[in-house]
């Protein structure tokens, strides 16, 4: 197969494709070392035409009890816009699509790396328009994709980046199967990067739920429901784990953003983090997402980090 590195579209953009034998060289203007240094851009999706759709056991369960209010959900997607203003994050925003009501995730449709942007594939099929809404947005600010999920499903959810080089890759089976998985670990093992696969079970939907970095060797976990294995795999790495409580956990409270410089941005459902991270001294937006997080997602599937500071 031949080597393919750089395809230029309309003389605006460029597709870079991964270097099948690795050392791909990273981003200068975009990407990140890891999930805890600074973060100065970040991509969101609007809410304008949110809705309660049932894309996981999650938004199935509310479905049933309590469906989400549209316009409390839009309006706490405000103040989360504004948390990320009030903190000198730029954000970039993807254009509204009425077609694409769940447009609002955009930690789904593509993960942003240190060489690229990959695009991932979405298990429900009335999301898959997300991911071209997606493409057409990197494309407008000049963002190269280093490649494109083709076996198998998988959502950006599921995409971990523990430390620098260091991925930890989440596969339910209902929204990131094994095959799409395998195929996403292939490409960074071939950058030189540890990846580790986390078979969950699909009623958590993404890893991001259960295991989400906090500052460097540190991680909020529900200890209640990740397997041990991944709980000692972090330890061995030197990270301290700050304990998520199963019910915090439920309510989309270890799915929160590390903004660098510890603060956070974390719903105010997360009272055991919050209160653990502010007697750390962080400082901690916190952010009533309640109603939105009806719809299956928390405060980092909203959030596509574009670029961090070292």
Known sequence: MNRIEQIH????FTLRRRNLAGGTKPLKHWGFRNETDRLTDVLLG????L??????????KHLREAPCNIQTAQAQHKELASAYEHFGVDIHWLEPEVELPMQVYTRDSSVMTPYGVVITAMANWWRRGENYAAIRAYEKMGIPIYDMVTSGTFEGGDFNVIEEGCVLIGCGGARTQEEGARQVAEWFEKEGWEVRLAFIDEYYVHIDLMVVPIAP???AVCLACTEPGIVDWLKAKGHEI???PFQDTMALGCNFMSL?????IAP???????????????EVAAVDTSEISKTGGGIHCMAQALRRAA
Do not use: E
């Not at 579209?9 to 605006?12: C, G, H, K, L, S």
């Open 260 to 264: 660098g410089n510890d603060r956070i």
């Open 51 to 60: 809705r309660h759709m049932a894309t996981s056991s999650l938004s199935r």
């Open 242 to 244: 700050i304990d998520v």
């Open 217 to 219: 060797k540190l991680t």
């Open 268 to 282: 105010t459902a997360s009272k055991s983090l919050i209160g653990q991270l502010k007697a750390r001294g962080f």
């Open 46 to 49: 609007s809410p304008a035409y």
């Open 9 to 12: 579209v309309d003389d605006a």
